[in-house]
């Protein structure tokens, strides 16, 4: 047995579990807020969360809460267990819906640049995992796919 590591372990659950509690606690605006930069991974650029009309007041209230940070135009939340575990408070099939909307509001945007197209394929595709497409759906997608690969 690794002391050490199983020692870890249930430093993280205990930390988990009391930012959650935290978290919950919070105003629902920035709730959602953040579980929705969540989505992003650890870190997301300023103008992704512009075209998804994330209002900056929210993100400084994240910011003054502790569970992210700005540093330029990078927003990235203090520790990846911060990321993770608001992350994880998503149900499983919320957090397939989010992806998805999130990857169709990036496309829908009106902004070309390939970095969007890319980031918004990868939302789309993260939606996608294990789940039952129609046959429109999975053409879609597809030629979404083709579209960011070149």
């Known amino acids: 047995w690794d002391c050490d590591v199983i020692d870890m372990k249930m430093i993280s659950d205990e ?3 009391l ?7 919070l105003p629902l605006l920035l709730i959602q807020t953040v579980k929705i930069v969540s989505c992003f991974g650890s870190q997301v650029d300023e103008s992704m969360l512009g ?5 900056e007041d929210v993100l400084h209230m994240a910011i003054n809460e502790g569970l992210m940070e700005k540093a ?3 927003y990235q939340f203090t520790h990846d267990l911060i990321q993770q575990t608001i992350y ?16 169709r509001s990036l496309l829908q945007s009106g902004y070309t640049g390939p970095a969007v197209h890319v980031l918004a394929v990868d ?9 039952a497409l129609s046959s429109e759906e999975r053409s879609s997608f597809a030629k979404i796919n083709v579209t960011a690969a070149k």
């Open 123 to 131: 939302q789309i595709n993260i939606s996608c995992e294990g789940a």
């Open 19 to 25: 930012l959650t509690t935290r978290f919950n606690q």
């Open 88 to 103: 994880y408070l998503i149900p499983l099939e919320n957090r397939k819906i989010l992806h998805k909307s999130i990857g």
């Open 51 to 55: 075209l998804l009309n994330l209002g």
């Open 72 to 74: 330029g135009p990078i």
């Open 15 to 17: 930390v988990a579990q």
